[in-house]
């Protein structure tokens, strides 16, 4: 998914979302994030709404205005059974601490 029509198709999603749920999208919508969430989901566009979801409720939750990693650190784990802090959008050389076939069989138990 990470080629350059995927991730600005991936942009425009995570506005759209971000919009819906009133919250500003702008601070995370960066090369680096959008990278990180399609590798979080497997490069998935079902895994990526369902990011999305998760991500945007937490912030909605807290009353929050802006979107932040921090949302999506909260969603990771609640979607796949990874523990707590243990995600690929606050870790560096995330691609190497991560499986994607271990990913997929833990997303697809969920």
């Known amino acids: 998914m990470e080629k350059q029509r995927d991730l600005d198709e991936m942009l425009q999603l995570t506005f759209t979302c971000s919009e819906k749920a009133r919250l500003d999208f ?5 090369k680096d994030f959008l990278a ?12 990526v709404i369902e990011m999305l979801v998760e991500a945007l ?10 979107c932040a990693k921090d ?16 995600s690929p959008f606050s870790m560096s ?15 697809s138990r969920t």
């Not at 702008?26 to 960066?30: L, N």
């Not at 999506?72 to 796949?80: E, K, M, R, V, W």
């Not at 050389?93 to 997303?107: C, T, V």
């Open 93 to 107: 050389g995330y691609r190497d601490g991560f499986d994607h076939a271990r990913m997929m069989e833990l997303f």
């Open 36 to 47: 990180r969430l399609a590798f979080a989901c497997c490069s998935r566009w079902g895994l």
């Open 26 to 30: 702008g601070p995370p919508a960066t």
């Open 57 to 66: 409720t937490h912030g909605q939750q807290n009353g929050d205005e802006v």
């Open 71 to 86: 949302h999506f650190d909260h969603a990771y784990p609640q979607i796949n059974s990874e523990p707590a802090g243990y």
